[in-house]
């Protein structure tokens, strides 16, 4: 049973628009989130994250939206940049208070940012 | 500083066989995770060491199995490898503190290929 579900597989923008990306969850004891980038050859690498105690969390083009009661984040970048293009995998963690290391992953979204 | 890195990078098996993949972690980080990455399944929670003890363990067969040495460094093994095993293998280390989440760095991975 997937936890973190990411529907889009692909999404492709234009340069200098809002590229949004969605995230869903399922499992209610999940309270911290993550969204991490992905290059080919490359380990993914941290973007931004969201408490669950929060609704938004905001870095430069990039920000987080949290919505506990549809169980749902999305991430936007604004404006789009082709070196934006990659793999975007939205994480979450429970007991993030605790020593709970454990990440679990969406299948990930490849953006695509068009010049 | 440097980052995590892995070996090998790129690893050919063929069904049957055993492979030990190692991880060296950010020097300091004393918690190192595993996570398989497939097309299908995305990315997934192996398990997670500390202090060389294995802490979290994700839905994976016997047949995985990992180590963590008194310098941090890890090994996974995969024994009597099958197909589907083909994938990417990444590593990640993070800091251990007494709250709140600590950011986990991942290496480049490993692909193997099981034939």
């Known amino acids: 049973d997937q936890q973190v579900k990411q529907n889009s597989p692909s999404l492709s923008v234009q340069e200098g628009r809002i590229s949004i990306l969605n995230c869903d969850y399922t499992?209610?004891?999940?309270?911290?989130f993550l969204w991490y980038k992905k290059y080919p050859a490359e380990g993914p690498t941290f973007l931004i994250s969201i408490s669950s105690i929060k609704d938004k969390n905001e870095d430069g083009r990039f920000t987080v939206f949290l919505n506990k009661s549809a169980k749902h984040l999305s991430l936007h970048i604004v404006p789009s940049q082709p070196g934006d293009s990659a793999v975007y995998f939205c994480a979450a963690i429970s007991n993030s208070g605790g020593s709970n290391y454990k990440l679990t992953f969406g299948k990930g979204t490849l953006l695509t940012v068009n010049p | 500083k440097a980052g995590v890195t892995q070996t090998p990078r790129y690893l050919i098996k063929t069904r049957g066989q055993q492979v030990t993949l190692s991880c060296s972690p950010i020097s300091g980080h004393r918690s190192v995770s595993w996570y398989q990455q497939t097309p299908g399944q995305g990315l997934q929670f192996l398990f997670e060491?500390?202090?060389?003890?294995?802490?979290n363990k994700g839905n994976f067969p016997g047949r995985f199995s990992g180590r963590q040495f008194s310098n941090s460094r890890s090994e996974m093994n995969v024994s009597t490898l099958e197909l589907g095993d083909s994938a990417l293998y990444l590593c990640?280390?993070?800091?251990?503190?007494?709250?709140?989440?600590?950011?986990?760095?991942f290496g480049p991975g490993t692909r193997l290929t099981v034939l």
């Open positions: 499992n209610s004891m999940f309270d911290y």
């Open positions: 990640a280390s993070s800091l251990v503190g007494d709250q709140g989440y600590n950011e986990q760095f």
């Open positions: 060491y500390f202090s060389e003890t294995q802490r």
